[in-house]
């Protein structure tokens, strides 16, 4: 056991045993009780000893969320919702003092609250990351085990349905990432080139993101979220992140190829709707013209039906009466001498003999 794991040992035994309270146990110069007078922030408390304020910072520790240490605020609340569930207003706390950790106005220390390290316990949670102020190495390193756990655990800052973590924003990219990839791999040819830039601007989304993320990923790992994955996990997050970002690339890339094929295919549709519409008004122009023709035709022919009415009417009543079969010429020259000719189909007589051109009408010459 450390040196101050068995004081602690030693102090609560003490009490126990005697009945005594908290603050009747003292470990020496750097190790003293208070009240808890205030948590300031997330590392930072008020404590009172005798009528004297102190202001303590938590050694060892980052803490979520802090302004000063680069994780945009994410988990701020929670840290401080924490400890202050872990020291309750005038709670005894035990302090131990590592030597030249002073800075300002400010006291590091380590914190006790019964037998449990506050500053562990942060850690353990996911809300703290170990970093050495410079002290002894005995707080940190239990700082550092319980941050092991928290690690291992996926809590606090590892947590991977917390937005605003590392861990959280890879799953949030993954996810989103994915959703839009296996929507644009959806589509095919004729849904328009407007649904497919509506899936460019999702894959554009998605990957913007992914390219934040990744740049992240290259930035400094000496402090900030960064600092806390170790590198195996740092390893794993970007990988993770990595294979999101390259489907996405060939969904970008699949998608822009099918709006230059619904282009063409647009195009194409637009050129053969156009000669459709060009043959189908040929076709009309030939409809119309042949209706005009036969119309033209069917006018002629009523004409010359209407003028040989009128010439059959005009013909002498005897010759009109005798029919086909009461004359006879023997040849055109009696026709033309009986004042006959010419001899139409259907006049008395006509027949076959006299029309040499066989064309209905005979002796016209």
């Known amino acids: 056991m450390t040196r101050h794991l068995r004081r602690t040992s030693l102090c609560f035994f003490v009490v126990a045993t005697v009945g005594a309270g908290l603050t009747a146990c003292s470990g020496g110069e750097d190790d003293t009780t208070a009240t808890l007078v205030e948590v300031v922030d997330g590392s930072t408390i008020e404590v009172r000893r005798g009528d004297k304020d102190e202001t303590l910072r938590l050694q060892d520790v980052e803490v979520a969320g802090a302004a000063d240490t680069g994780t945009d605020e994410c988990l ?18 035990r302090l131990e003092y590592a ?38 190495g005995e707080v940190f390193e239990q700082v550092q085990k319980a941050e092991e756990e928290a690690r291992a655990a996926g809590v606090g800052m590892f947590d991977e ?23 644009a791999a959806a589509i095919g040819a004729g849904v ?23 740049a992240a990923f290259d930035g400094d790992r000496s402090r900030g979220a960064a600092s806390w994955y170790d590198d195996d996990m740092f390893e794993a997050l970007r990988s993770r992140a990595t294979a999101t970002n390259d489907r996405l690339t060939a969904a970008v890339s699949a998608n822009r190829t099918l709006r230059a094929a619904e282009e063409q295919r647009i195009e194409a549709e637009r050129i053969a709707a156009e000669e459709a519409a060009r043959l189908a008004a040929e076709a009309e122009a030939a409809r119309v013209a042949a209706e005009a023709e036969a119309a033209r035709v069917a006018a002629e022919a009523e004409a010359a039906r209407q003028a040989e009415a009128a ?4 013909k002498p009543a005897t010759e009109s009466s005798t029919g086909s079969g009461s004359a006879y010429y023997a040849n055109c020259d009696a026709a033309r001498a009986a004042g006959a000719a010419p001899l139409y189909v259907g006049d008395a007589g006509y027949r076959a003999g006299l029309d040499r051109d066989k064309d209905g009408v005979a002796c016209e010459n």
């Open 76 to 93: 701020a609340d929670e840290s401080v919702a924490v400890l202050r569930d872990l020291l309750p207003e005038d709670a005894t706390v």
């Open 99 to 136: 030597a030249d950790t002073r800075t300002g106005d400010v006291v590091l220390a380590a914190v006790y609250v019964d037998d449990t390290l506050v500053n562990a316990e942060l850690a353990r949670r996911g809300l703290a990351h170990a970093v050495t102020d410079g002290s002894d």
């Open 161 to 183: 349905s917390i937005a605003c973590t590392i861990p959280g924003q890879v799953a949030a990219f993954e996810e989103a990432g994915d959703e839009a990839a296996t929507a």
């Open 192 to 214: 328009g080139v407007e649904v497919v830039d509506q899936h460019h601007e999702s894959l554009a989304a998605a990957a913007a993101t992914g390219a934040a993320l990744l």
């Open 311 to 314: 010439r059959q009417a005009a």
